[in-house]
């Protein structure tokens, strides 16, 4: 069983910064493809990036590309996510998710471990 636990949440104006955090418990963090995924208020939950198990490949939503960026350091079992230039659009609960696979995916229903998530609010 994993365990992830999201930090770094917030409320900032628009064009500030967050970095969240995503610690994971247990001792095969290296072996999972990470995400994040986020749901604004009143809608579903969509995958804002994801990093595969070892960094090689990541992906960004192009709502986010260019200034979110995903970071992994496996040897702290931890996942994060550099959030710049952030906009009211952004505001949403932020959830990180992890699945044991070599293959980055984008789809939720391919993940199996969920965080609690941790709130984004950006103010205009």
């Known amino acids: 069983q994993v365990q992830l636990v999201e930090s770094g949440g917030g409320l900032v104006q628009a064009g500030g910064s967050l970095r969240l955090s995503c610690a994971a418990s247990g001792r095969t963090f290296s072996t999972y493809t990470m995400g994040w995924f986020r749901r604004a208020p009143g809608k579903e939950r969509k995958v804002a990036v994801g990093i595969s198990w070892n960094g090689d490949s990541t992906y960004y939503a192009d709502s986010v590309k260019g200034r979110f960026t995903i970071s992994r350091d496996n040897a702290k079992n931890t996942m994060y996510l550099e959030m710049n230039s952030l906009k009211p659009e952004d505001t949403a609960a932020y959830y990180c998710?992890?699945?044991?696979?070599?293959?980055?995916?984008?789809?939720?229903?391919?993940?199996?471990?969920w965080g609690q998530g941790t709130q984004v609010t950006v103010s205009s």
């Open positions: 998710a992890a699945v044991t696979s070599r293959s980055l995916t984008t789809q939720p229903t391919d993940y199996t471990y």
